[in-house]
C-alpha cells in the first residue's frame, strides 16, 4: 500500500488536519465540562484529545520541515514560509507545556476545583489560538502562493537586463553586458580596498575576474537589506578556492554567507569575528551554475542550482549589504548577481554604507584570521 499518493507532494498536507481537529475538540470538551458536571468523562477525554493533538503537532511540524525542503519556493513565499515555520514551532512548545502542566495538576485538588477548570480551559483556548496562526499562515502558503499544488506552474523567469538596475524595496541586480568589467568596477565596492591582485575583464558577455596568486576579497553592491534572496550565476571550473555568497553584511567580522567549493557547501554566519556553521554538505559545484542564498525570519538556506543543499537557523541579523567573497587563484566567470529584497526595505540606519575601509594588510589579517575556515 502506498502511504503518500501520487497528489500529494509530501506527507504534511495530509497530518496537518489532525492537530486542528483534535485541539478544537479538545476545547470544546473543556468548555462542556464547566457546565455539564454529571458527565465526568469530558475532562480526562479533553486531556486525551489535547495529547494525541500535540503528537499530531509534532508530526505535522517536522513534517513541515521537511515540506519546506522539497518543494519548489517562490521568492515572494520565503518569509510567509518562515512564520508559518515559527508559529508551528510555538504551537508545539506551548502544547508540551500544557501538557505537563495540566497532567502536573490533574492529581492536586486545585486540579479538581473550578478554578482548576477554568485555568484549562483559558489555556486550551491559548493553544487553539496558536494553532489557529499556523493553519491561517500554511492556508495562505497554498492559496496565496500556490505551494505543494501541482497543478499551478511557476511563473516563468524573467530575463535580467542588462547593467546594474535598482530594484523594489532595495533590490537590485547586475546582468553581464559587452561592458560587464567597466560597469561592475562601477556599481560595486570593495571594502577594505580593491585587491592589486584582481584583474577584471569581459568575456563573451561574462565577467572574468582572474587571481594569479591566492587573493580574499569582499564584493558588495546595494544597501542594506533585511530577508533577501541572493543568486549568482557562476562558473568556478578554474578557480581554486572558496566562493562565498554574502548577505547582512555590515563589516568584515559581521555577515552571514553560504560557501561552496569543489567539494561542499557550507552555511554559516560571521558574528564578531566567530564563526559559526548552520549546515554544511557534500556538493559539488561544475559548469555553470546558478548558487541562490536565502535569509528570512532566521531561517538561512543555500541552493546549488535547484537543488537544496543548506538548511539552517539562527538569530536574525541587522540589516546588511549583500554581495560575494572568494579566496583562491584562477578564474571566477560570472553572469549575473540579483538580490531581492523579501520585504520591505529597512528603516534609514546609522552605518557605514561603503562597509569597512581597511587597508589591503588588515583585510588580509582578518581572512587568515577566519576567512579561510569557511
Do not use: C
Amino acid at each position: 500500500m502506498q502511504l503518500i499518493p501520487d497528489w500529494a507532494p509530501n506527507l504534511h498536507p495530509m497530518i496537518i488536519h489532525f492537530p486542528i481537529a483534535l485541539i478544537s475538540l479538545a476545547v470544546l470538551l473543556d468548555l462542556g465540562s464547566l457546565f455539564i458536571k454529571t458527565q465526568s468523562w469530558l475532562r480526562p477525554s479533553a486531556l486525551a484529545l489535547y495529547t494525541f493533538g500535540t503528537l499530531g503537532a509534532l508530526a505535522a511540524y517536522f513534517s513541515g520541515r521537511e515540506a519546506a525542503d522539497s518543494v519548489d519556493i517562490p521568492s515572494q513565499a520565503y518569509t510567509a514560509v518562515s512564520e508559518h515555520a515559527d508559529w508551528g514551532l510555538y504551537t508545539l512548545i506551548f502544547l508540551s507545556l500544557y501538557i505537563l502542566i495540566r497532567l502536573f495538576l490533574i492529581k492536586k485538588p486545585f486540579g479538581a476545583s473550578n478554578g482548576g477548570n477554568w485555568l484549562f480551559l483559558v489555556l486550551g483556548a491559548i493553544g487553539f489560538f496558536f494553532v489557529f496562526q499556523t493553519a491561517e499562515r500554511g492556508g495562505r502558503l497554498v492559496f496565496e502562493f500556490g505551494l505543494g499544488v501541482s497543478a499551478v506552474t511557476a511563473a516563468p523567469e524573467v530575463d535580467i537586463p542588462s547593467g546594474f538596475q535598482p530594484g523594489v524595496n532595495g533590490s537590485w541586480s547586475w546582468q553581464a553586458s559587452e561592458n560587464a568589467a567597466q560597469d561592475f568596477l562601477k556599481n560595486f565596492t570593495f571594502p577594505g580596498g580593491e585587491s592589486a591582485g584582481l584583474r577584471f575583464a569581459t568575456e563573451e558577455k561574462s565577467l572574468v575576474i582572474s587571481a594569479d596568486k591566492d587573493t580574499s576579497a569582499y564584493i558588495l553592491a546595494g544597501g542594506p537589506l533585511t530577508d533577501i534572496e541572493l543568486s549568482v550565476r557562476v562558473n568556478l571550473d578554474e578557480f581554486n578556492g572558496r566562493f562565498l555568497l554574502l548577505h547582512h553584511y555590515r563589516s568584515s567580522t559581521d555577515y552571514d554567507f553560504f560557501a561552496v567549493d569543489g567539494a561542499a557547501a557550507r552555511l554559516g554566519r560571521v558574528d564578531e569575528g566567530a564563526l559559526v556553521f548552520f549546515d554544511e554538505a557534500d556538493t559539488a559545484v561544475k559548469g555553470w551554475t546558478t548558487i541562490k542564498a536565502v535569509g528570512s525570519k532566521g531561517h538561512f538556506r543555500g541552493y546549488v542550482g535547484d537543488k537544496l543543499v543548506n538548511h539552517g537557523h539562527g538569530n536574525e541579523m541587522p540589516a546588511g549589504r549583500a554581495g560575494i567573497f572568494f579566496m583562491g587563484s584562477g578564474k571566477i566567470l560570472l553572469q549575473s548577481v540579483q538580490a531581492k529584497a523579501l520585504s520591505e526595505a529597512p528603516a534609514m540606519m546609522n552605518m557605514n554604507m561603503g562597509g569597512d575601509h581597511k587597508d589591503g594588510n588588515e583585510k588580509k589579517e582578518e581572512s587568515d584570521g577566519h576567512s579561510h575556515s569557511h
